[in-house]
């Protein structure tokens, strides 16, 4: 297992682990993304499996220990599998989450308590700057929700406009078709009242890059891209 590494925008790395075993034919790509700053932030931990040659990967960056901030979009296994590992092989970093997920899950699950941020707080890592959004529900699970690094203007998307295969780092081409077609595959998304409004509010952000966690990243107008996700899922929702 090899996880590639690509800068998609100054100072944020991707670290890319495709497994074509998931998801056949077109295989699956596992994303995690290192935001380099005066206080290192790592958005999506990956399994426990692929711990070892993300950390090697990462390690390539940065020190591993000098990791402070570890988050993810919302609990599960490829988010946050390998949270521990990464705490104990940095004993400086804390988990960061919104308080719904910290309340519910992670003040339990995480080796160090996690610091809880509320609806559109701002983490100052020194020379970058992660605000938390709260995103309920949307793609899935109630303790969702992402970041959004206002210096690059790079949205950390979690499972939104997941798409299958390997493809490039970074593309400029329509990432919608592939997202429609994941979810027809998947049916990942929490379809309800507020998937799309709660998609619009992130369009607002008009986003430079999407960092997407499986799948190629996102460079262009992310407003129209997003702003498209959200007519997909209420169209869907309507005829539901």
Not at 204 to 225: E, I, N, V, W, Y
Request: glycine share 10%; hydrophobic share 45%.
């Amino acid at each position: 297992m090899e996880t590639r590494i690509d800068e998609i925008a100054e100072g944020i790395f991707r670290l890319s682990t495709y497994v074509p075993e998931v998801a056949p034919p077109a295989g699956f790509t596992f994303c995690q993304f290192l935001i380099k700053a005066e206080q290192p932030f790592l958005f999506h931990c990956g399994p426990r499996g692929m711990f070892p040659a993300v950390s090697k990967a990462l390690a390539g960056i940065i020190p591993v220990d000098s990791l402070r901030w570890i988050s993810f979009g919302h609990v599960e296994a490829d988010e946050c599998g390998a949270m521990n590992d990464w705490l104990a092989a940095a004993p400086r970093a804390q988990v960061v989450h919104g308080m719904t997920g910290c309340m519910v899950s992670l003040n339990d699950l995480a080796d160090r308590a996690p610091r809880a941020l509320s609806n559109g707080e701002v983490l100052d890592l020194g020379g970058k700057r992660m605000r938390y959004i709260d995103t309920p529900h949307v793609p899935h699970g109630w303790d969702a929700g992402l970041f959004y690094e206002e210096t690059t203007g790079t949205l950390f998307c979690g499972d939104l406009f997941t798409h299958v295969g390997a493809g490039p780092a970074v593309t400029e081409d329509d990432i919608l078709e592939p997202a429609r077609a994941a979810e027809e595959m998947f049916h990942a998304t929490s379809l309800t009242a507020v998937t799309a409004p709660t998609i619009r509010e992130l369009a607002k952000l008009q986003p430079r890059t999407l960092a997407l966690m499986h799948g190629a990243s996102f460079r262009g107008d992310g407003q129209a891209m997003l702003n498209g996700l959200a007519d997909f899922y209420a169209e869907k929702l309507r005829a539901a």
